[in-house]
């Protein structure tokens, strides 16, 4: 993350009511904003079928925790479950989903995947404006969020493997987060 102001140097300018409007207009500009890079979050997969038997409830930390399994060249559709024997019905999915109460521990580790990250800068064009006196001034502040309108993928997405998972939210980091885009906000403010 990084945080920056600029100044834009004051500027001599001519002399009489001519000096006194262009100093207004070139002078007591500032830019200044925040980027903001990081790392997707990594979450893992889950499988809800309860391969382990465990009581619904009655533990719930091992519970969730249950983890699927990896079929390494395993494609689209990216899931599947298992039968009672811990046979695939689509051995060529990527993730596979172990029946309940199988007793088979899933082999995808955890914290495998991860969101698309962050990547974000916000902008502000600032003019200070003298006006009456020294005290007081007139403020322009022009701000622009998300400039350069990138959407940033950083919610987990659905992440649970079931026998009814819905492929077209699964792991669908674009059914994440709400698009907001790019937004300006325009301020006056009077200081006195």
């Given at each position: 993350?990084?945080?920056?102001t600029?100044?834009?140097?004051?500027?001599?300018?001519?002399s009489?009511?001519?000096?006194?409007?262009?100093?207004?207009?070139i002078?007591?500009?500032?830019?200044?904003?925040?980027?903001?890079i990081?790392?997707?979050?990594?979450y893992?997969?889950?499988?809800?079928?309860?391969?382990?038997?465990?009581?619904?409830?009655q533990i719930?930390?091992?519970?969730?925790?249950?983890?699927?399994t990896?079929n390494?060249?395993?494609?689209?559709?990216l899931?599947?479950g298992?039968?009672?024997q811990?046979?695939?019905?689509?051995?060529?999915?990527?993730?596979?989903?172990?029946?309940?109460?199988?007793?088979?521990?899933?082999t995808?580790?955890?914290?495998?995947?991860?969101t698309?990250?962050?990547?974000n800068?916000?902008?502000?064009?600032?003019?200070?404006?003298?006006t009456?006196?020294?005290?007081?001034?007139?403020?322009?502040?022009?701000?622009v969020?998300?400039?350069?309108?990138?959407?940033?993928?950083?919610s987990?997405?659905?992440?649970t493997?079931?026998?009814?998972?819905?492929?077209?939210?699964?792991?669908?980091?674009?059914?994440?987060?709400?698009i907001v885009?790019?937004?300006?906000?325009?301020?006056?403010?009077?200081?006195?």
């Amino acid at each position: 993350m990084a945080s920056y102001t600029y100044g834009i140097p004051k500027v001599q300018v001519g002399s009489g009511l001519l000096k006194s409007f262009a100093d207004r207009a070139i002078n007591g500009w500032e830019l200044s904003g925040v980027t903001t890079i990081a790392d997707g979050t990594p979450y893992s997969v889950l499988n809800a079928n309860n391969a382990l038997g465990i009581l619904p409830g009655q533990i719930k930390t091992v519970e969730l925790s249950q983890r699927v399994t990896l079929n390494q060249n395993g494609v689209f559709p990216l899931v599947s479950g298992t039968n009672a024997q811990g046979v695939p019905n689509n051995p060529n999915a990527r993730f596979i989903a172990n029946a309940a109460n199988s007793g088979i521990l899933g082999t995808l580790g955890a914290n495998t995947q991860r969101t698309g990250g962050l990547n974000n800068t916000n902008l502000a064009l600032v003019k200070n404006i003298k006006t009456v006196g020294e005290g007081q001034s007139l403020q322009i502040r022009w701000e622009v969020f998300d400039v350069f309108n990138r959407r940033n993928f950083t919610s987990i997405p659905a992440n649970t493997v079931s026998n009814s998972t819905n492929l077209d939210t699964f792991l669908n980091l674009g059914r994440t987060n709400n698009i907001v885009g790019r937004s300006m906000l325009f301020t006056a403010r009077y200081i006195f």
